[in-house]
């Protein structure tokens, strides 16, 4: 809140010219083309929500094994010829995926599986070239407000690490001889974590891009801290559901039990530590894995109770209504993860699944900013 004046002092010493330089200082140093990179924020966010989408459709189809070789550049043309596609036939014979689970392929079903990680790759791509656009193209024009510089670049940055943690993750199995079939867990929750922190920050300076940074200083003033803190939490409490869902694909856990709200019958599944050392069983045990997801859904759905009965305290509507939103996604997506376990999580469930996820991070991070940078209701919607 702001400070009290002395009522001594002379509030009206300003000329109508002064007061307005005044206010220009604090935008005047901000200046830059706001609502066009607003504007291109806004396709990036689609395209990394279409990314989070394709990317579990990828993993869904078992197809992200299909492409053995990272090429950033020369990847991005996929077989030209049958000679090319026989290549690239021949080179996923030569892993464990292949030899192991797929021997009755033929080239026809080879290729629909190569489609699917060749278009995830190349909308990688796709989703670097307009951030380099955009970003090159706003710097050169020096159209980039003040102080958003390392902000944009950060975001170029992350991209370019989700490219080499992509190959970190398909390289875990591309592999000959050593019976493994699949990515390695852990390095798929890292790999769809990192997406969502890149989600979390385009979001994030779409809603600052939305207001003037005097508005902004304004709004920080009536910022509601406790229920900031409690969003915030509420938001790491959902980042991690979100890497122990992807501890769940990676091994197929979702399939091992399709009961509910008990685990083959059992409050605690069989044999949750059968496997040696003991650190392995949360990372490569179904039962165990798919019983972490369900516990830690159950707390994140009590805490957001919590969080949003706190926000039904505030004096401001939109936070209220933001508040009211990411509650009720937290519910359709209570609904369709027992819908995924219950049908043993076929594609069409499990993917929307993944994309009500997505909506729940998206409508938490909108409720925290307006609990950081509230918007002024009239005394009418404060009482």
């Known amino acids: 809140m702001s400070q009290k004046r002395s009522i ?29 990179i607003r504007v291109w924020l ?5 395209l990394v929500m279409a990314m989070i989408v394709v990317g579990g459709l990828t ?73 380099a656009l955009g970003f090159f193209g706003f710097l050169v024009a020096r159209q980039i407000p003040t102080g958003w510089t390392g902000r944009l670049l950060l975001i170029g940055a992350l991209g370019g690490a989700q490219g ?35 989600m979390g920050f385009i979001g994030w300076y779409i809603l600052m891009m939305g207001r003037s940074e005097r508005d902004l200083m304004q709004a920080r003033r009536g910022k509601e801290a406790k229920l900031f803190g409690l969003s915030t939490g509420l938001l790491h409490m959902s980042f991690v559901q979100i890497l122990l869902g992807a501890l769940v694909a990676g091994i197929d856990a979702g399939r091992s039990y399709t009961d509910w709200p008990l685990m083959g019958g059992q409050v605690i599944p069989p044999d949750p530590m059968m496997l040696e050392p003991a650190w392995r069983n949360f990372f490569e045990n179904p039962g165990l894995v798919q019983f972490v997801h ?81 918007i002024a209701s009239s005394v009418r919607d404060a009482t």
């Open 8 to 36: 001594f002092e002379d509030v009206s010493n300003e000329s109508p010219k002064e007061a307005a330089k005044a206010v220009g200082v604090i935008d005047g140093g901000t200046k830059g083309a706001r609502r066009g």
């Open 42 to 46: 806004m396709v990036l966010f689609a």
């Open 59 to 131: 993993r869904l189809t078992d197809s992200g094994l299909s492409i053995t070789e990272w090429r950033p550049v020369t990847g991005a043309l996929p077989p030209m010829s049958e000679i090319e596609w026989q290549s690239e036939f021949d080179k996923y014979k030569q892993i464990d995926q292949w030899e192991i689970e797929n021997q009755w392929m033929t080239l026809a079903d080879f290729k629909t599986i190569y489609w699917w990680e060749w278009g995830h790759r190349q909308l990688g791509r796709v989703i670097g070239l307009v951030w």
């Open 164 to 198: 080499a943690v992509g190959w970190w993750m398909v390289a875990s199995g591309v592999t000959s001889g050593q019976g493994v079939t699949t990515v390695a867990s852990y390095r798929l929750a890292t790999h769809l974590g990192l997406a969502f922190i890149i």
């Open 294 to 374: 369900r516990i830690w859904g159950y707390l994140l759905v009590i805490f957001a109770v919590v969080v949003w009965r706190r926000a039904q305290g505030s004096a401001h509507s939109a936070t209220r209504f933001a508040f009211n939103a990411a509650i009720a996604a937290i519910a359709v997506q209570i609904a369709v993860g027992i819908a995924t376990v219950v049908y043993a999580a076929p594609v069409h469930i499990a993917i929307v699944h993944q994309g009500v996820a997505i909506a729940v991070w998206a409508l938490i991070l909108r409720a925290r900013f307006l609990s950081h940078y509230p």
